[in-house]
């Protein structure tokens, strides 16, 4: 089926911990985000990508690090977990503007990520 | 910084009554939004968009209308139903955020039997 795909579903990490959250899009799109949802809040953009070979920094990119591998995939890393860290991490991918109906703009079914 | 935020946190309603859920953005460069539903334990999914340069939009159960003048947009659904109960939320893209999205806070839409 055609969206985002994000792995793992849930992870539990203690602090200092490193991972990696993978995710992968098979709409032939351009742009690829990471953001980032808190109890009771909108989600929030982490770092995005808006083509393949680059990446920039969203509202809230301190303590991640991402890496676009390919048109298709784009990772976001934890290299030292912290409790603030604590979140449901949702990756999304979208078109050229004005080409479709929302961008083409897909979300994945997100990450729930403990720091404890 | 530029913000998009709701005005009612929570919002029930009856089986079958017309639902109003609200939105302020400060941003005046924005040019398009979107109204998204996001159930428990998914991501937030796609229900209706509208440019800047349009008033209303209607969809299947769902009208979305843009008042520019006070920067406020609002989704109204007919006829609720107990499927309809979600978080729903208003993003925006526009000016320098090109394909970035900026989400309003959330109103939480509880439907009634």
């Known amino acids: 089926n055609a969206g985002v795909t994000q792995t793992p579903k849930f992870q539990v990490l203690k602090t200092g911990q490193s991972m990696t959250l993978q995710c992968a899009q098979d709409?032939?799109?351009?742009?690829m985000y990471w953001y980032r949802q808190d109890p009771g809040m909108g989600l929030r953009l982490i770092y995005y990508?808006?083509?393949?070979?680059?990446?920039d920094k969203g509202e809230v990119p301190n303590g991640y690090n991402v890496s676009r591998l390919n048109k298709r995939e784009f990772s976001l890393r934890l290299e030292s977990a912290a409790p603030s860290q604590t979140s449901v991490y949702f990756c999304?991918?979208?078109?050229?503007?004005?080409?479709?109906?929302?961008?083409?703009?897909?979300f994945g079914s997100g990450t729930r990520l403990t720091v404890v | 910084g530029e913000s998009v935020g709701l005005h009612l946190p929570t919002l029930s309603v009856q089986e079958g009554d017309n639902s109003i859920i609200n939105c302020a953005y400060s941003?005046?460069?924005?040019?398009?939004f979107i109204w998204y539903k996001q159930e428990s334990g998914k991501g937030p999914q796609f229900i209706i968009d509208?440019?800047?340069?349009?008033d209303k939009r209607q969809g299947q159960r769902v009208t979305v209308l843009l008042n520019k003048t006070v920067k406020h947009l609002s989704l109204q659904i007919a006829a609720t139903q107990p499927g309809d109960s979600a978080v729903y939320f208003c993003?925006?893209?526009?000016?320098?955020?090109?394909?970035?999205?900026?989400f309003g806070q959330g109103t939480i839409l509880t439907v009634h039997p």
């Open positions: 999304a991918s979208s078109g050229p503007p004005g080409t479709q109906i929302n961008y083409g703009y897909t």
């Open positions: 709409m032939n799109h351009n742009s």
């Open positions: 990508s808006a083509s393949e070979g680059t990446t």
């Open positions: 941003n005046s460069a924005s040019d398009y």
């Open positions: 509208i440019r800047s340069n349009m």
């Open positions: 993003a925006e893209i526009g000016g320098t955020s090109y394909g970035k999205l900026t």
